[in-house]
């Protein structure tokens, strides 16, 4: 099994930040990535950002470019999302999830894990 414990959502006025942190835990063997999704009601859940962990490769969605930054520590198993000059339409319930071969009575399998979620508000 993987746990993922996220912290750092909440409150904020719009150009302000927040940085997001997310913890993996469990029967890892090894991860490929992990990254941040977030989906507000009513819609689908969306990727955010997501960092390989080996060799550290980025991906971002097209509007947090230049404004998020993705980081991890690949010996403490963790993965930051700083966010900067948050706007309202930030506004969302954030996911970290983590894509890790774990370690199982049998061979070990490919899972896509998923946090709890952490509210992020964006507001004047």
């Known amino acids: 099994q993987v746990q993922l414990v996220e912290s750092g959502g909440g409150s904020v006025q719009p150009g302000k930040s927040l940085t997001l942190s997310c913890a993996a835990s469990?029967?890892?063997?090894?991860?490929?990535?992990m990254g941040w999704h977030r989906q507000t009601p009513g819609k689908e859940r969306e990727l955010v950002a997501s960092i390989a962990w080996s060799g550290g490769n980025t991906v971002y969605a097209d509007f947090v470019k230049g404004r998020f930054i993705i980081s991890s520590d690949t010996a403490k198993k963790t993965v930051q999302l700083q966010m900067n000059s948050l706007k309202p339409e930030d506004t969302a319930v954030y996911y970290c999830?983590?894509?890790?071969?774990?370690?199982?009575?049998?061979?070990?399998?490919?899972?896509?894990?998923w946090g709890q979620g952490t509210q992020v508000t964006v507001s004047s």
């Open positions: 469990g029967n890892i063997l090894s991860i490929f990535n």
């Open positions: 999830n983590v894509v890790s071969k774990i370690i199982g009575p049998g061979r070990p399998q490919v899972m896509n894990t």
